[in-house]
């Protein structure tokens, strides 16, 4: 036998033991260390209830809150998100009338430059509600 067969025949022995031992030790792997999937599977998920009430507990812990000031400080939070959530969804409706508005005047800057097919081409391209639109419209190829 030549030194190149030997070589060969050595890598393959390697490869065939690592390959044997891998599958053995995969198989003894601990529950729940990713190798089981089974064990995975039997794990209830937690609710959207459970999880708000585990994030809850913490806070509570955190600031050391007795039951009363526990209802009581919950329901403040809750009015202070959805206040948040009220003004955010107000921002967003002004931010587009906003680049809206700046894009028309930026358009009619240009006008005088571009020819009607070239504007026809920009608000396609650059208008803000083609731009969303072109973006939803990738986002279902694959794209972000």
Same mark, same amino acid.
Do not use: C, W
């Given at each position: 036998?030549?030194? #190149?067969? #030997? @070589?060969?025949?050595?890598?393959?022995?390697?490869?065939? *033991?690592?390959?044997?031992?891998?599958?053995?030790?995969? #198989?003894?792997?601990?529950?729940?260390? +990713?190798?089981?999937?089974?064990?995975?599977?039997? =794990?209830? =998920?937690?609710?959207?209830?459970?999880?708000? $009430?585990?994030? !809850?507990? +913490?806070?509570?812990?955190?600031?050391?809150?007795?039951?009363?000031? !526990?209802?009581?400080?919950?329901? $403040? *939070?809750?009015?202070?998100?959805?206040?948040?959530?009220?003004?955010?969804?107000?921002?967003?409706?002004?931010?587009?009338?906003?680049?809206?508005? /700046?894009?028309? @005047?930026? #358009?009619?800057?240009?006008?005088?430059?571009?020819?009607?097919? !070239?504007?026809?081409?920009?608000? /396609? /391209?650059? /208008?803000?509600?083609?731009?969303?639109?072109?973006?939803?419209?990738?986002?279902?190829?694959?794209?972000?």
């Amino acid at each position: 036998m030549d030194t #190149k067969t #030997k @070589a060969l025949l050595a890598f393959a022995f390697l490869f065939m *033991m690592g390959f044997a031992s891998g599958f053995l030790l995969g #198989k003894t792997a601990a529950p729940g260390s +990713g190798n089981d999937y089974e064990y995975a599977e039997e =794990r209830p =998920r937690p609710t959207p209830e459970e999880i708000r $009430q585990r994030r !809850q507990g +913490g806070l509570a812990r955190l600031l050391e809150l007795t039951p009363e000031q !526990q209802e009581l400080f919950y329901e $403040q *939070m809750s009015v202070y998100r959805s206040s948040i959530r009220t003004e955010l969804r107000e921002m967003r409706s002004n931010e587009n009338v906003l680049m809206i508005r /700046h894009y028309e @005047a930026m #358009k009619q800057d240009v006008s005088d430059i571009l020819t009607p097919a !070239q504007l026809e081409r920009l608000d /396609h /391209h650059l /208008h803000p509600d083609s731009v969303m639109a072109n973006r939803m419209n990738n986002r279902g190829r694959g794209r972000p």
